[in-house]
């Protein structure tokens, strides 16, 4: 049995034992194989739904909110410590030392700039991907709406089919 059996094949195997007691055996495994893939069929078919991917759409909102958070707390306390470096060069810089304290000043915003680019393409990056969920969520409403609108149509068909069958009803039988 370890090798895949068609379900045809399943019932042949189980119904072919030598005697009442094997195949009462083969066929309790049978049933038992056949409730596991059923089972395995049906978490297939369930998993997952609209309200578990909304969900996890809204943790992943949350989590980029708070990563977003923490990326501009650390822009803010570098910006900070540059400020006060910059200043401390400033108050260093005597008439001789002025010049260099500038020009190590200049160096170090430089320096910084492409990590700031960087930090400004992320979160336009965020921004774009915050877009995007809620562009999904958007669907999913638009298409839970249509289906809505799709079964009450087919009940509204079946209640006119019933109303013309019963009329017909009536006048052929008079």
Known sequence: ?????SIKDLIEWA???PDEKDREERLAVAEKILAQQGDQANLTLQQPSIEQSRD???LEIEFREKADQLANQRAEDELKRVKEGTAHFG????????GK???AAT??????KPGYDELAAGRQMNSDDYRYML???YADRAATRESNTALRNRGDIFNMIKTLGLGGAILLSK
């Open 1 to 5: 049995m370890a090798e895949k059996l």
């Open 15 to 17: 119904t072919k034992g």
């Open 56 to 58: 996890i759409r809204k």
């Open 91 to 98: 108050q260093v810089g005597v008439d001789s030392y002025a």
């Open 101 to 103: 304290a500038d020009a």
């Open 107 to 112: 160096e170090a915003l430089r320096v910084l």
């Open 135 to 137: 562009d999904k969520e």
